[in-house]
């Protein structure tokens, strides 16, 4: 009998919102396992990031080495930002090491958001985040070091904790960085719900949404073998581009 596959996600510790999406993306032919990354300070907000997020970055080989133990398909960092902090190179680097070190495959959300990007076979991108303007504009330099062309982008108003937003903020970011010359939208932040506005505002937009989320469980079932075919979500997770 074969056994079942695991898939396992490293979730920063503030956020609230993120093990739910997962479950509710979850099929039954394989399981999903958490670990919780290591920060400290006002979790989800805007202030102090940077700090988190080279926080989380400096314990990883602590959290591959725990969640290494449940013997996962894959193992996916499920936080965008430390990506910005890391940069393209540093990235790179990271993710050669802790494969070699752990054996096992190690992802990052913006690294599968790369990935689905160049599968569904876009260049021009629309993107938006709930983060800073310092934050955003490295996600923008970081899509570009990537070879996309940012068409549009920008920030959502009034963020005072990234956990406290909704799929309906989400929605209206997604109709906020729209553009006629963006092919693709993406929308960056794991701890931002998005997973229950992709549907719907492809259908309003005309175009395929990537959110942070939806991409790194894509990438993780891509990873571990596991057609993607998830309803509900968005055309990403439905199968249309495995």
Known sequence: MQKMKRLGFLIPPGNPNTEGEIIKMSGPEYSVHFTRMVAFGETGSLSGQDERNQSQIDHLDENLALMSLVKPSVIAMA????????????????????????????????????????????????????????????????????????????????????????????????????????DAIFVSGVGMPTIEAIEQAEKNLGKPIVSSIAATMWNSLRIAGIPSNIQGYGSLLSGKFN
């Open 79 to 182: 936080h965008t930002a430390n990506s910005y902090t890391l940069a393209k190179a540093g990235e790179a680097e990271l993710v050669e090491r802790l494969e070699k070190q752990f054996q096992l495959p190690f992802i990052t959300a913006f690294g599968s958001v790369v990935t689905a990007l160049r599968k569904i076979g876009v260049t021009n991108i629309a993107f938006g985040t709930p983060y800073s303007e310092q934050n955003t504009l490295r996600c923008k330099r970081l899509l570009e070091d990537y070879g996309f062309k940012v068409v549009s982008f920008g920030n959502l108003p009034g963020v005072n904790n990234i956990y406290d937003e909704t799929p309906q903020r989400a929605g209206q970011l997604m109709a906020q960085v729209d553009s006629s010359g963006a």
